[in-house]
Antibody, heavy 117, light 103 residues
Framework: QVQLVQSGAEVKKPGASVKVSCKAS????????MHWVRQAPGQGLEWMGR????????TYAQMFQGRVTLTRDTSTSTVYMELSSLRSEDTAVFYC??????????WGKGTTVTVSS | EIVLTQSPATLSLSPGERATLSCRAS??????LAWYQQKPGQAPRLLLY???NRATGIPARFSGSESGTDFTLTISSLEPEDFAVYYC?????FGPGTKVDIK
């Protein structure tokens, strides 16, 4: 079945970077865009960006521009989200989600990133 | 940039009751609006796409409609597992969510 498996929880210090992985299975990763979404504790969903795994082209939300980098490794069917210059406000759950005609039809379980000194 | 406004913020209902959730877009989205359900500690789940099409495996008690820039998610008769937060989404924008809780 179609599945997105994300990497485990991370604890980072302010100013550091974090790289979260999302491994796809059950479909061809290059056939669908992949989105990343942030959810701070008790808050709503924030779209961060998307990547076309076929050619690596990316689109980022303005609020994350310059701090987020999405990449992919088609040989392992994995996409990555790297967020730099972490601050306490980045403490959140980060989700990858497969694009389906601009909707998000399959989601990973989420990766918790805690930013704390 | 499109802004999505959801109302009410919280809806307190009893099992078996009908739930009506609203999402208003700041400009035309040509019917391209999706609804998601999120339960505590879980990832969101796609319920409806293109305003009224149910995603795979979604029960028929979930339905959607649109009128211009106003969109409605209706749950015809609430089941215990339907108490959750619901988000609308259009392309790269999510609404703030409506929490449906038990009265």
């Amino acid at each position: 079945q179609v599945q997105l498996v994300q990497s485990g929880a991370e604890v980072k210090k302010p100013g550091a970077s974090v790289k979260v992985s999302c491994k796809a299975s059950g479909y061809t990763i290059t056939d669908y865009y992949m989105h990343w979404v942030r959810q701070a504790p008790g808050q709503g969903l924030e779209w961060m960006g998307r990547i076309n795994p076929s050619d690596g082209t990316t689109t980022y939300a303005q609020m994350f521009q310059g701090r987020v980098t999405l990449t992919r490794d088609t040989s392992t069917s994995t996409v990555y989200m790297e967020l730099s210059s972490l601050r306490s406000e980045d403490t959140a759950v980060f989700y990858c989600a497969r694009d389906y005609d601009t909707n998000m039809d399959v989601w990973g379980k989420g990766t918790t990133v805690t930013v704390s000194s | 940039e499109i802004v999505l406004t959801q109302s009410p913020a919280t809806l307190s209902l009893s099992p078996g009751e009908r739930a009506t959730l609203s999402c208003r877009a700041s400009q035309s989205v040509s019917g391209y609006l999706a609804w998601y359900q999120q339960k505590p500690g879980q990832a969101p789940r796609l319920l409806l796409y293109d305003a009224s099409n149910r995603a795979t495996g979604i029960p028929a008690r979930f339905s959607g409609s649109e009128s211009g820039t106003d969109f409605t998610l209706t749950i015809s008769s609430l089941e215990p597992e339907d108490f959750a937060v619901y988000y609308c989404q259009q392309r790269f924008t999510f609404g703030p969510g409506t929490k449906v809780d038990i009265k």
